[in-house]
């Protein structure tokens, strides 16, 4: 009688491997599967069928059965009782042999890599019933709290800021247009006194003198600007209250991006931001201090509160280290991004008032690009700078969602004076 013999060659290098017939099923095999000789899909089938203990196969020909006939394997009883026989063990199983790559890309973490194994248990999202303490059926009753609010009030900067708002410009500036004025006043406001200080710790007393010095600032910067002065006084101060952490925002960041670009770009200074005039906070290594305007850690406040290293903003820092934008062009896009944001966020009067402004300081743009720089072709400029500025609005946006669910958590004990001085500003 003849034996069936089969040659499968498989390219691996210059190797071939002569494989008999299944012994299962007499079908071409593919390899040593689990201690017989098989082809892959009755390997498969003895992998299904050996681990599942509930399903009990019958055979409806009194267990003498071909195992494979007309195309299609006919009974799974015989066949399993034919894959024991040949020499199948489902001790030669093997289990965890997952790519790295698929247990692994749910692990990373900004910490490094966790065991696969804790995943779902230290990454596991709080719950609102433990984070609010009160089950679910209580969710709709306003929780009554253990700590009191702290009081901040603002009122003294506001009638400082007022003041200096009422009397004009510090210096006398002269230009030939508003834009040009700006600028000049930028590097007034900007003026430094004092080293460089690296701060280690950011807590209330840091965060309320940053508030300060960024708010009298603004209202500094305004004052060189003519068209904004003939405003009245009511709608200058709204404006200002309204505008000045949008300001600090990009300023921090084209601080930061200055001092890269002058040649602070080494590993150790990419990890500086700029804060102020003459400080800066190391992201890696600063301490933060929340203890003052919440009573939750930081970790269970991880969905609102994002990394000191996300204050940098990479995708707005990174093309404005590129752009290095002149003094003018810096002028402009705080310009553009303030009075953007008040027009928006008021509407009406001030929204027409805003479009004015920003169609006055692009005429004085254009007249700079053209007839300063000799560019007539600065569109591409333009784009590039409209582009950070989009981003930093768009992340404001986002940021307010979170800022509403906070509170109607209630999750701040803080209150201020003046509130519609700090919308958007945890952004």
Not at 58 to 74: A, E, P, S, T, V
Not at 347 to 372: C, K, P, T
Request: hydrophobic share 40%; aromatic share 12%; glycine share 4%.
């Amino acid at each position: 009688m003849e034996t069936s013999e089969l040659e499968v060659y498989v390219p691996t290098g210059s190797m071939v491997f002569n494989y008999s017939a299944c012994q299962v099923c007499a079908q071409p095999a593919h390899g040593n599967h689990f201690g017989a000789i098989s082809c892959r899909a009755c390997a498969a089938f003895f992998r299904r069928a050996a681990i599942t203990a509930k399903t009990i196969y019958k055979c409806k020909n009194y267990d003498n059965c071909q195992i494979w006939k007309n195309g299609r394997f006919i009974c799974k009883k015989c066949r399993l009782v034919k894959c024991h026989e040949v020499g199948m063990d489902s001790s030669k199983f093997q289990f965890d042999r997952d790519p790295i790559s698929t247990t692994e890309q749910f692990v990373n973490t900004k910490n490094g890599k966790r065991p696969s194994s804790s995943i779902f248990f230290t990454h596991l999202p709080e719950t609102i019933e433990h984070f609010l303490g009160s089950p679910h059926f209580l969710l709709y009753i306003q929780p009554i709290r253990n700590f009191e609010k702290n009081f901040i009030d603002c009122q003294y900067l506001i009638e400082k800021a007022s003041k200096l708002l009422s009397l004009g410009a510090e210096k006398p500036i002269f230009a030939k247009n508003n834009l040009e004025k700006l600028a000049l006043g930028l590097n007034l406001v900007r003026a430094q006194s004092g080293e460089m200080q690296i701060l280690k710790v950011l807590g209330k007393n840091e965060a309320m003198t940053f508030w300060e010095k960024d708010f009298l600032a603004v209202a500094r910067w305004l004052t060189y600007f003519d068209d904004f002065q003939e405003l009245p006084h009511a709608q200058q101060v709204l404006v200002l209250k309204s505008v000045w952490h949008v300001w600090s925002r990009l300023d921090k960041l084209a601080l930061t991006a200055s001092r890269r670009s002058l040649g602070h770009n080494c590993a150790q200074q990419e990890k500086i931001m700029m804060v102020g005039y003459n400080s800066a906070i190391d992201v890696k290594n600063v301490k933060l201090d929340i203890s003052w305007f919440t009573k939750y850690t930081k970790e269970q406040l991880g969905f609102f509160f994002e990394e000191v290293e996300d204050w940098m903003l990479t995708p707005v820092l990174d093309p404005l280290t590129q752009l290095q934008p002149t003094d003018m062009e810096i002028t402009y896009m705080l310009c553009q991004l303030c009075f953007h944001y008040a027009g928006k966020r008021f509407q009406g009067e001030i929204l027409e008032v805003m479009e004015r402004f920003q169609e006055s300081l692009a005429a004085n743009l254009h007249d700079y690009y053209v007839n300063e720089l000799n560019m007539p072709r600065y569109c591409g400029r333009l784009n590039q700078m409209m582009k950070i500025n989009n981003r930093i609005q768009q992340d404001i946006w986002e940021k307010r969602s979170k800022y509403e669910v906070a509170k109607i958590l209630d999750i701040y004990c803080v209150e201020f004076s003046h509130p519609e001085m700090f919308l958007d500003a945890a952004a």
